[in-house]
């Protein structure tokens, strides 16, 4: 019998793993009224950004488009969308509202903050209500879109966490699901090995296109990624080169072709083993995956890394006993055991393809119970 997960199914699309209400600030200046909304509504989540007033062009596009795609995730069942004012509010109204989801919007002008407030709360309180009816039902682990992350990486990231979170990826790309790797700057010094696994030539060169352009702006600003790599806190874990650290980040992604390259919060048009071009901090990562679709996220960390996404349950996976044992409160899946008694990559990540169908049933992960999660679309351009 294939392996299920208990999720909720929305029409046609994907079945979400967890059933909010998204509040969402469509500007900054809307941040403290989306907070104040979502504290006093049981069931939400408040995604706040950064900027929006004053980016323009691409940069703008990028901020609106991956705000919308955090609305439409699988696992929002409704939005409510706080703005200034009702032409930037609509923007991303009408990029979430082909998902079919209720989407509603409440404005800080003219009537002020008191009073968008207190009609954002009965609004969200109406729609936490119509999505509590809802009920879980069988879903095939194919619903699933799952992104792989690392962070805080050390000599046990790239021989336990990481592999362990390739095999799990495989199982379920061997499932029918999907999965997204990112942080185009992990891949520089392995990203020849990577390409060679892409389906054909256009997707092959479209992801050495996206590492080889990161890598050039980066020089361009006076950086050498291949020296300032790895990070300080990747040297204190015993990384030396940059090549080492990719090739421990790309473990992440087993063993699978690569079949798609995407933008910063895109989403995959098909199934399989996907590639997005995004920065590797954490926040803006996690941001960028949640927008692109998915449902939950497997975070590996070598010294530790607690942060998770607001919309997509982030699973953290350790193989350094020495991590798992002083940030327990924030590690769900650990897998010391490869080092401390030789237990085996592949069943250990059996076991995490499993967790990944019970949190996707509901069970739930440090950094949702502790809210240890956060929101950071990336910027591309400065404003105006």
């Known amino acids: 019998m294939s392996k299920t997960f208990l999720g909720f199914r929305r029409g046609h699309g994907p079945a979400g793993v967890r059933n909010g209400i998204a509040v969402i600030s469509v500007m900054d200046n809307c941040n403290p009224a989306t907070r104040a909304i979502a504290q006093a509504v049981d069931a939400t989540l408040a995604v706040t950004t950064s900027f929006v007033r004053g980016q323009f062009g691409a940069d703008l596009e990028f901020a609106l488009d991956s705000l919308a795609g955090l609305g439409r995730n699988p696992n929002i069942a409704g939005v409510l969308l706080v703005g200034l004012e009702e032409s930037s509010t609509e923007e991303v109204a009408r990029r979430i509202r082909p998902a079919g989801k209720p989407v509603e919007v409440v404005h800080l002008q003219p009537n002020g903050t008191i009073e968008c407030v207190a009609q954002g709360t009965r609004l969200a309180a109406r729609m936490v209500l119509q999505a509590s009816q809802m009920r879980r039902q069988p879903c095939p682990m194919s619903d699933l ?6 962070g805080g990486s ?3 990231s790239g021989l336990s966490c990481n592999p362990t979170i390739g095999r799990a990826a495989d199982r379920l790309i061997d499932a029918g699901g999907t999965v997204i790797i990112s942080e185009t700057s992990e891949f520089i010094g392995a990203e020849h090995l990577f390409a060679a696994r892409a389906v054909d030539a256009t997707v092959r060169q479209a992801f050495l296109n996206a590492v080889q352009g990161m890598e050039a702006m980066a020089v361009a600003r006076g950086v050498d990624m ?3 790599q790895p990070a300080p ?6 990384l030396s080169t940059v090549e080492e650290k990719a090739l421990g980040a790309l473990a992440k992604a087993g063993k699978s072709p690569l079949v798609g390259v995407l933008g910063y919060g895109q989403a995959p048009a098909r199934k399989g083993l996907h590639f ?3 920065p590797s901090g954490a926040v803006e990562n996690l941001t960028g995956l949640a927008a692109g679709g998915c449902q939950l996220i497997c975070f590996g960390t070598g010294v530790g890394n607690p942060i998770g996404n607001m919309v997509a349950p982030t699973i953290k996976i350790c193989g350094n006993v020495n991590t798992v044992h002083s940030m327990r409160d924030n590690i769900d899946f650990d897998v010391s055991a490869i080092f401390e008694s030789s237990a085996r990559i592949a069943d250990l990540g059996d076991q ?3 967790y990944v169908a019970e949190v996707g049933s509901g069970t739930r992960i440090s950094s949702e119970i502790l809210n240890i999660r956060e929101t950071a679309v990336s910027r591309f351009e400065r404003s105006l």
Do not use: F, H, I, Q
């Open 145 to 150: 879109v799952m992104g792989v992350e690392c």
């Open 154 to 156: 050390d000599t046990t």
């Open 226 to 228: 291949r020296d300032s």
């Open 233 to 238: 806190d990747n040297k204190r874990g015993g």
């Open 276 to 278: 997005m071009d995004a």
């Open 352 to 354: 995490l393809y499993d």
